[in-house]
């Protein structure tokens, strides 16, 4: 029989909605170590370095020199939809920063073990909190560190059984597209430091990413994937209308990054690094006409008006809603044919010239 004859609809049990809720903000290792990565930019790190143990299996920490948490924001610190950087709708607009839905800090309690140590310039030491699976503080203690905030989550999806058993299966592709994140942000992040490291089993830590935060985006290509392969790549520049600009590095058209699709594509809108599977298309359509047996490698940034991009549309805030994709997208194509064209003069392209 029908198994909702004669029974009575209830609520579910908050703990296991929270539960829910979370693990569609937190997919994966990487956006797990990404929300805290952005956290830490929001708060102006000049310095972030993320530690791994068991590739990020066992815990993952990220400890940076920002601005630190003041201690009247402790008790709230991990509840749902509490966030210090949105005050009402409207600034949704107007967004500048990575975080603003207060659900980060939250979702990672409900789905692992959450302690965070913190200190502001304020602070002469400082605290370390321990927050249970629904975001309460459970023991603070004093502790000695730098101004800045360290986040620890150990044994992330620990409290979703079916999720935790994949996770440690899959871990090293985990820890693959976590290394690609990270990238992501060594290549845009300016001023920024980042180090990643990662101990496994018996062996000492070892360095998995190193940057020095220099200035341009140049500087960055070359720390994360070398000279020569810089040599491969042409500055682009495309202007789509008086608010839109398309910035970054392209192959060159006899200089592919090889078969591998995507693996060295790397998108950004106004600095946040984004999944961006249309534009990902069409570069690697136009590419083909240059050069057809290699994917070309794409290190691009989209400036956008705040006010026309949403961020909001999925959880994990990896796809990013233009209100005028369609537009984009031709004067994206226009420009690609241009520059991949056998004629090309050159890479940077002026729709109103
Ligand atoms: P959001 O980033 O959307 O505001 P989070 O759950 O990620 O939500 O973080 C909640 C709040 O905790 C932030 O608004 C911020 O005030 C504070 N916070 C989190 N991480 C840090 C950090 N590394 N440094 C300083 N403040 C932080
Ligand atoms: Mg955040």
């Given at each position: 029989s029908p198994v909702n004859a004669g029974t009575t609809i209830k609520p579910i049990n908050k703990g296991v909605v929270h539960r829910i809720c979370a693990g569609q903000v937190i997919l994966d290792l990487s956006s797990a170590v990404k929300e805290l990565v952005e956290n830490s930019l929001d708060a102006g790190a000049t310095s972030i370095e993320i530690a791994l143990k068991e590739y990020g299996e066992e815990s993952f920490q990220v400890i940076d020199n920002g601005s630190g948490i003041s201690p009247n924001n402790f008790k709230v610190l991990a509840l749902k939809h509490h966030t210090s950087k949105l005050a009402d709708f409207p600034d949704l607009q107007s967004l500048t920063t990575f975080g603003f839905r207060g659900e980060a800090l939250s979702s990672l309690c409900a789905l692992g073990d959450l302690t965070v140590e913190t200190r502001t310039k304020n602070e002469a030491v400082a605290t370390h909190l321990t927050f249970d699976h629904s975001g309460q503080v459970t023991a603070e203690r004093k502790t000695a560190r730098q101004i800045g905030t360290t986040v620890t989550v150990k044994?992330?999806?620990?409290?979703?059984p079916v999720r935790s058993k994949e996770f440690r299966r899959n871990i090293r592709k985990e820890y693959g597209k976590l290394i690609s994140l990270l990238n992501a942000y060594a290549l845009i992040a300016k001023g920024v430091r980042l180090l990643c490291t990662n101990s496994a089993g018996r062996s000492s830590k070892s360095i998995v990413l190193k940057t020095?935060?220099?200035?341009s985006l140049k500087d960055n290509i070359i720390t994360v994937f070398g000279m020569s392969t810089f040599t491969c790549l042409e500055p682009v520049s495309i202007c789509?209308?008086?608010?839109c600009k398309v910035d970054g590095f392209l192959s060159k058209s006899g200089y592919g990054?090889?078969?591998?699709?995507?693996?060295r594509q790397f998108f950004f809108v106004n600095g946040r690094p984004a999944d961006m599977p249309k534009v990902s298309k069409l570069v690697n359509e136009l590419y083909k006409g240059a050069n057809s047996k290699q994917y070309p490698i794409a290190i691009v940034d989209f400036t956008v008006p705040?006010?026309?991009?949403?961020?909001?549309?999925a959880p994990d805030k990896r796809k990013i809603f233009f209100s005028d994709e369609g537009s984009i997208l031709l004067s994206l194509r226009e420009a690609l044919e241009k520059i991949y064209s056998?004629?090309?003069?050159?890479?940077t392209v002026n729709k109103f010239r």
């Open positions: 044994k992330l999806f620990s409290s979703l020095q935060g220099s200035g789509i209308s008086e608010t990054s090889g078969r591998n699709l995507g693996d705040t006010r026309s991009c949403d961020v909001n549309v056998p004629s090309h003069a050159s890479y």
